[in-house]
Structures are given as structure tokens and as C-alpha cells.
């Protein structure tokens, strides 16, 4: 019963998190069910967990424009990345679908190069994530405090 509860309490803080609070520089330390083991094939590469009900990826689906606009504006794309919006551009069908294109912002993701370069399912499989400097830990220092965190457990499971 515990187990079943800490996880919907999971999916719950993780859709309500959501990636454009992610994204835009407001996302705070999330914590991963206590009697869980993280598994790097089910996280990003970044450690995230993409809410079910992500407005990006339906806007993206459903290849609507209106939708598009909204998310790159509430996301900051053209004030993180400088590019101006093109419906065309922008989109993205989440961060480990191979069957699709790379929208803006996964090619632009340096922790998501990273651990494919390394052949890692997860960063919480680096052991140089403590002291990895790319932009999206220094944007998001608590979200890099509860990757290193998951990283402990996963290691220690």
C-alpha cells in the first residue's frame, strides 16, 4: 500500500512540476519515492520525468501552432536558446523517442549529449555527475541536489 501511494504521490508532484516549471528556472528539488530503486531506462537523461499531460508534447502530436506558440513563449526558447519561433522548429516528442526528430531544445541540451555520448540510459549512471558543470545543474542547483541524490540510491541498490 505504501509503495502504490509514494508513487502516485510521485506522479502527482511530477506532473504538476511539469518541464515548462523545468525549463523556465522555477523548478524546485522533487524527490523520488523513498522505496523505489531509480531506473535510468524509465528517467530522462537528465534524471526528469516528463509529466503525462506535457502541453509540449501535445502540442507537438497534434502539430498545433497556437500550442507551439504558448509553450515556446511560458519555456523562454527564443531568451534561452536565441531562436525565433518556427512552428517548423519547434517541437518535441520527448527526450528518448528515437523514432522521431530532435526538436530546439533537445539539440540544444548539453546533459542529454553528454550521456549519450557515454552511452548512459541516465546521468545518475555518471560518477562525474557531483561535479558536472553544465548549464542545466547551475540553472537548476536543487534539481541537481535530487539527481545526485537518486544517483546514491540507485548506486547503493
Not at 555527475?129 to 540510491?153: G, N, T, Y
Amino acid at each position: 500500500m505504501t509503495n502504490q501511494s509514494n508513487r502516485r504521490q510521485f506522479i502527482r508532484n511530477s506532473s504538476v512540476t511539469g518541464c515548462a516549471i523545468l525549463l523556465s528556472g522555477k523548478l524546485s528539488a522533487f524527490t523520488f519515492p523513498q522505496d523505489e530503486l531509480p531506473n535510468p531506462k524509465k528517467l530522462n537523461y537528465c534524471g526528469y520525468t516528463c509529466p503525462a499531460d506535457c502541453q509540449f508534447l501535445e502540442a507537438s502530436e497534434k502539430n498545433d501552432v497556437e500550442l507551439k506558440k504558448k509553450v515556446y513563449a511560458e519555456w523562454q526558447i527564443e531568451e534561452q536558446y536565441g531562436i525565433a519561433f518556427d512552428a517548423e522548429k519547434i517541437f518535441c516528442f520527448g527526450c528518448k523517442n528515437s523514432d522521431k526528430l530532435a526538436g530546439v531544445l533537445l539539440n540544444n541540451c548539453k546533459v542529454r549529449g553528454c550521456a549519450i555520448d557515454k552511452q548512459y540510459d541516465s546521468c545518475i549512471q555518471c560518477k562525474q555527475l557531483i561535479d558536472c558543470d553544465k548549464d542545466l545543474w547551475k540553472r537548476f542547483p536543487d534539481f541537481h541536489k535530487s539527481v545526485i541524490a537518486m544517483q546514491e540510491k540507485y548506486l547503493a541498490g
